[in-house]
């Protein structure tokens, strides 16, 4: 790389990372970057030129304290990337894509639009968002699909990550906030329960919150594998509980059980705060530690010591993640996990807590303001006549014109292409064909659609089968506002100005609104279209109205809600959950037992999870050479005795299949798993695509799909020499075979 020019004399911006919930702070400085350009045709040499770019330095931040992981640090690189799209495409009849004005690439999506409309109904045309996209994108997505295309099929990839956690947390609490008290409460903890999420190698920052806890011996991990995060717990840090993949419900009811048995209960706290404990009673009598240890493996000794540990520290907190929520219960599985902490009287309390750990960037704003099928924002029911009303009132709609409540993601995908279903579909933010579960299902909607346009930055595995590409601003060439896994609102802001040719998705949105006829106004302004959002929230559960970009740019801790008035809610439930009667509800949750696959002719349970170096579906890690290089190709991981029954060789050739798929890709030998468990990472592509074997099973409460407990048998491959698991495929943005 050449040294980037002199530019001491431009001021830094101040905004944060875009990728995980975190939301790491940092400062952005625009620089010019000597780079080669091509002068001439074949053989010609090279010619240098100023290119803006952008060095990017960590920033003070209660989340981060100034520290960012790779992938924060490498994050400016992604937008002078040689593969982003700079101009709209559209496919030709070959097969391939050329580009196109933007007034002829609009026209086309709202001839398209209108036609599937007038023949098919509005609901034939579907929307498909992402949680990277800021508030206003998210907010106006919502009113873009119910107000402009008058259809009722949106959701979002957050139904991926959060929908498991924000069920039980509205169900028990009568409101979802990921973490409803700062990061910063954690430094004082002496007892963190992590369960299911490797934060080490996800957000990296987190870690430092730990040290309080782990200097106190008090920090417990449960994960099939030992993970970066199980590691902390070496040394004297704390605990790490290794249960069957799949048994994080039968754990938490047996150490419930033992809570209760033992009387560690907080019996003041319940009388006061809650309702529904007597039935919990009831419900985790059948799970007495003998048998909880018989299902999940973890010795009743342990048992007993974690949850002692739980009930004894003076500061203790209950965090999960994915890996316990992916899962067809994994609704009552974060029951479960709450009802723990309530009768333990940690929840709504300044020293103790529970908490679930958001994954995207926005994950948390992005469910409150209208991406989910069945809300409207301020995290309103779409099927509440006074929200419709009011949220009518702000658009300059009738409450009557709007629809009713859509279908959650894996039945809207399920629904491409299919009579009665959706026809047309704009995909925002998202690369489902990686992301969503049962991969191969999912690329034949795709290619059934009757049109399908993606608005991205690169050419990702889903924009190979669109129709229209449209290139949209990335995070620091945009303002905007963002949601923390805490619930602080915090500013995006521009850095640098976006390449020619690319535009945000705000004014796609008003574009495509005047060519479709719309009623009501849709800015391009982002911070109009944030005062509008919080117009729209006033009075919900996630109540902006007394936000602005004027006080979010003082600096401000503002956490939601923050009603007009107010100074913010860092921690909820001091004095009232937000239920009617002011008390959580303690819901008994049951078990379904099922037996482990047998361990013979090479089967075994397969997790799926995140590297340190990638993030989500790797369509922008993986453009970037230095995390590339980290991590090129999936790696199997699989226990040493399991590698040597199945013929296993550290680097050699695996194939992973299924009735659903096969996946190829390199076995990674390590002690670090179960031997009835393998994991695989869900960022690559191709061939490589942990999803071409994970099922479409959901939860039935919050439509979450089966992620985390997949059986799959695994064998050996002989392959000649120079052959290999299928890598990252770099796309041109013209004249490019999108079904190849």
Same mark, same amino acid.
């Given at each position: 790389?050449t040294?980037p020019?002199a530019?001491?004399?431009?001021p830094?911006?101040d905004?944060h990372? /875009?990728y995980?919930?975190?939301q790491c702070?940092?400062?952005?400085?625009?620089t010019?970057?000597?780079i080669g350009?091509?002068?001439?045709g074949?053989g010609a040499?090279?010619?240098?030129?100023?290119r803006?770019?952008?060095?990017v330095?960590g920033?003070?931040?209660p989340?981060?304290?100034?520290?960012?992981?790779?992938? *924060?640090?490498?994050?400016a690189?992604l937008?002078?990337?040689?593969?982003r799209i700079l101009?709209?495409?559209?496919r030709?009849p070959?097969g391939g =894509?050329?580009?196109?004005?933007w007034?002829?690439?609009?026209?086309?999506?709202?001839e398209?639009?209108a036609?599937? $409309?007038?023949?098919?109904?509005?609901?034939?045309?579907?929307?498909?968002?992402?949680?990277g996209?800021t508030n206003?994108?998210?907010y106006?997505?919502?009113k873009?699909? &119910?107000v402009?295309l008058?259809s009722?099929r949106?959701?979002?990839?957050?139904?991926?990550c959060?929908s498991?956690?924000a069920a039980?947390?509205n169900?028990? =609490?009568?409101v979802?906030?990921?973490l409803?008290?700062?990061?910063?409460?954690?430094?004082?903890a002496?007892?963190?329960l992590?369960?299911?999420?490797n934060v080490?190698q996800?957000?990296?920052?987190?870690?430092g919150h730990?040290?309080?806890a782990r200097?106190a011996g008090?920090?417990? #991990?449960?994960d099939?594998?030992?993970?970066?995060t199980?590691?902390?717990?070496?040394?004297?840090g704390?605990?790490?509980?290794q249960?069957?993949?799949?048994?994080?419900?039968?754990?938490?009811?047996?150490?419930?059980n033992?809570v209760?048995?033992?009387?560690?209960?907080?019996?003041?706290?319940?009388e $006061?705060?809650?309702?529904g404990f007597?039935?919990?009673?009831r419900?985790?009598?059948?799970w007495?530690?003998? &048998?909880?240890?018989?299902?999940?493996g973890?010795?009743?000794?342990?048992?007993?010591e974690l949850?002692?540990?739980l009930?004894?520290?003076s500061?203790?907190y209950i965090?999960?993640?994915?890996g316990?929520?992916?899962?067809v219960?994994?609704t009552? %599985?974060?029951?479960?996990a709450?009802n723990? !902490?309530?009768?333990?009287?940690?929840?709504g309390?300044?020293h103790?807590g529970?908490g679930?750990?958001?994954g995207?960037?926005?994950g948390?704003?992005g469910?409150?303001?209208g991406?989910?099928?069945d809300?409207?924002p301020?995290y309103?029911?779409?099927?509440d006549p006074a929200?419709?009303?009011?949220?009518?009132?702000v658009w300059? #709609?009738?409450?009557?014109?709007?629809p009713?409540?859509g279908v959650p993601?894996i039945?809207l995908?399920?629904s491409?292409?299919v009579?009665g279903g959706v026809?047309c579909?704009?995909?925002?933010g998202?690369? #489902?064909?990686v992301s969503? /579960?049962?991969?191969?299902?999912v690329r034949?909607?795709l290619?059934?659609?009757?049109f399908? #346009?993606?608005c991205?930055f690169? =050419?990702?595995?889903?924009a190979r089968?669109?129709d229209?590409v449209?290139p949209?601003?990335?995070?620091?060439?945009?303002? *905007?506002?963002? +949601?923390?896994?805490?619930g602080?609102v915090?500013?995006?802001?521009?850095a640098?100005?976006?390449?020619?040719g690319v535009?945000?998705e705000l004014?796609?949105?008003?574009?495509l609104?005047?060519r479709?006829?719309?009623?009501g106004?849709f800015?391009a302004d982002?911070?109009?279209?944030?005062d509008?959002l919080?117009?729209?929230?006033?009075?919900?559960l996630a109540?902006y109205s007394?936000l602005s970009y004027g006080?979010?740019?003082?600096?401000e801790?503002?956490?939601?809600?923050?009603p007009v008035?107010?100074t913010g809610t860092?921690?909820?439930?001091l004095?009232?959950?937000?239920?009617?009667?002011?008390?959580? @509800?303690?819901?008994?949750v049951?078990? @379904?037992v099922?037996d482990? /696959?047998?361990?013979?002719d090479?089967?075994v349970t397969?997790?799926t999870g995140?590297?340190?170096e990638?993030?989500?579906?790797?369509?922008? +890690?993986?453009?970037?050479?230095?995390?590339h290089q980290?991590? /090129?190709?999936a790696r199997?991981q699989?226990?040493? !005795?399991?590698a !040597?029954?199945?013929g296993?060789?550290? *680097?050699?050739?695996v194939e992973v299949g299924?009735?659903?798929?096969?996946?190829?890709?390199?076995?990674?030998? %390590?002690g670090?798993?179960r031997?009835?468990?393998?994991?695989l990472p869900?960022?690559?592509?191709g061939?490589?695509?942990?999803?071409?074997?994970?099922?479409?099973?959901?939860?039935?409460v919050?439509?979450?799909?089966e992620?985390?407990r997949t059986?799959?048998?695994?064998?050996a491959?002989v392959?000649?020499p120079?052959?290999g698991?299928a890598g990252?495929?770099s796309?041109?943005?013209i004249r490019t075979? !999108?079904h190849a």
């Amino acid at each position: 790389m050449t040294a980037p020019l002199a530019s001491a004399a431009r001021p830094g911006v101040d905004t944060h990372c /875009p990728y995980c919930a975190l939301q790491c702070a940092m400062t952005l400085t625009p620089t010019y970057a000597e780079i080669g350009m091509q002068s001439g045709g074949a053989g010609a040499g090279t010619d240098t030129a100023a290119r803006p770019g952008l060095t990017v330095a960590g920033r003070a931040f209660p989340t981060n304290r100034g520290g960012l992981c790779k992938k *924060g640090w490498t994050s400016a690189e992604l937008l002078t990337s040689p593969e982003r799209i700079l101009t709209p495409m559209l496919r030709q009849p070959d097969g391939g =894509f050329a580009p196109a004005s933007w007034a002829e690439a609009l026209d086309l999506v709202a001839e398209r639009l209108a036609g599937s $409309r007038a023949r098919h109904g509005a609901d034939s045309v579907g929307v498909f968002g992402g949680g990277g996209l800021t508030n206003e994108k998210a907010y106006q997505l919502g009113k873009f699909t &119910r107000v402009a295309l008058g259809s009722s099929r949106i959701d979002y990839n957050g139904r991926f990550c959060m929908s498991s956690a924000a069920a039980a947390g509205n169900r028990a =609490f009568g409101v979802d906030r990921g973490l409803p008290f700062p990061v910063e409460d954690l430094d004082a903890a002496d007892t963190i329960l992590i369960l299911g999420s490797n934060v080490a190698q996800t957000m990296p920052p987190f870690i430092g919150h730990l040290e309080g806890a782990r200097s106190a011996g008090g920090l417990i #991990v449960v994960d099939p594998r030992r993970s970066a995060t199980a590691r902390l717990t070496e040394d004297g840090g704390g605990m790490h509980v290794q249960p069957t993949p799949g048994s994080d419900l039968v754990l938490l009811l047996g150490l419930t059980n033992i809570v209760i048995t033992e009387r560690l209960i907080d019996t003041d706290y319940l009388e $006061r705060r809650t309702v529904g404990f007597e039935a919990l009673r009831r419900s985790v009598s059948r799970w007495w530690p003998e &048998r909880v240890q018989q299902l999940t493996g973890v010795p009743v000794p342990q048992l007993r010591e974690l949850a002692r540990r739980l009930a004894a520290g003076s500061g203790t907190y209950i965090l999960t993640g994915r890996g316990v929520e992916q899962h067809v219960d994994g609704t009552d %599985t974060a029951t479960a996990a709450i009802n723990l !902490a309530l009768v333990l009287g940690l929840v709504g309390t300044r020293h103790s807590g529970y908490g679930t750990l958001t994954g995207q960037g926005n994950g948390q704003g992005g469910r409150e303001h209208g991406q989910k099928c069945d809300q409207l924002p301020g995290y309103r029911k779409i099927t509440d006549p006074a929200a419709r009303a009011h949220v009518a009132g702000v658009w300059g #709609v009738t409450p009557e014109s709007l629809p009713g409540a859509g279908v959650p993601a894996i039945e809207l995908l399920d629904s491409l292409g299919v009579s009665g279903g959706v026809r047309c579909l704009l995909v925002h933010g998202s690369n #489902v064909v990686v992301s969503a /579960p049962d991969s191969n299902r999912v690329r034949a909607g795709l290619e059934a659609l009757d049109f399908l #346009v993606v608005c991205d930055f690169f =050419f990702s595995e889903t924009a190979r089968f669109a129709d229209v590409v449209l290139p949209v601003t990335q995070w620091a060439e945009e303002d *905007g506002t963002m +949601t923390s896994l805490e619930g602080r609102v915090i500013r995006r802001r521009t850095a640098i100005g976006a390449p020619d040719g690319v535009r945000s998705e705000l004014w796609i949105f008003q574009e495509l609104a005047r060519r479709l006829g719309s009623a009501g106004t849709f800015s391009a302004d982002p911070a109009e279209v944030f005062d509008e959002l919080c117009l729209a929230s006033a009075g919900g559960l996630a109540d902006y109205s007394g936000l602005s970009y004027g006080l979010l740019d003082t600096g401000e801790a503002a956490y939601w809600p923050y009603p007009v008035g107010s100074t913010g809610t860092p921690r909820l439930f001091l004095d009232r959950f937000a239920h009617a009667d002011g008390r959580a @509800r303690i819901v008994a949750v049951h078990a @379904r037992v099922t037996d482990a /696959p047998a361990q013979r002719d090479g089967t075994v349970t397969l997790i799926t999870g995140r590297l340190l170096e990638h993030y989500q579906s790797g369509a922008q +890690t993986r453009r970037v050479p230095e995390l590339h290089q980290a991590q /090129p190709q999936a790696r199997l991981q699989v226990h040493p !005795a399991t590698a !040597a029954r199945l013929g296993l060789v550290d *680097g050699g050739e695996v194939e992973v299949g299924n009735m659903q798929g096969t996946v190829t890709c390199v076995a990674e030998v %390590t002690g670090g798993i179960r031997p009835d468990t393998v994991f695989l990472p869900f960022h690559f592509p191709g061939a490589q695509r942990a999803n071409l074997l994970t099922l479409g099973a959901t939860d039935p409460v919050s439509g979450m799909p089966e992620f985390k407990r997949t059986t799959v048998r695994v064998r050996a491959l002989v392959r000649t020499p120079g052959s290999g698991p299928a890598g990252p495929v770099s796309v041109p943005s013209i004249r490019t075979d !999108a079904h190849a």
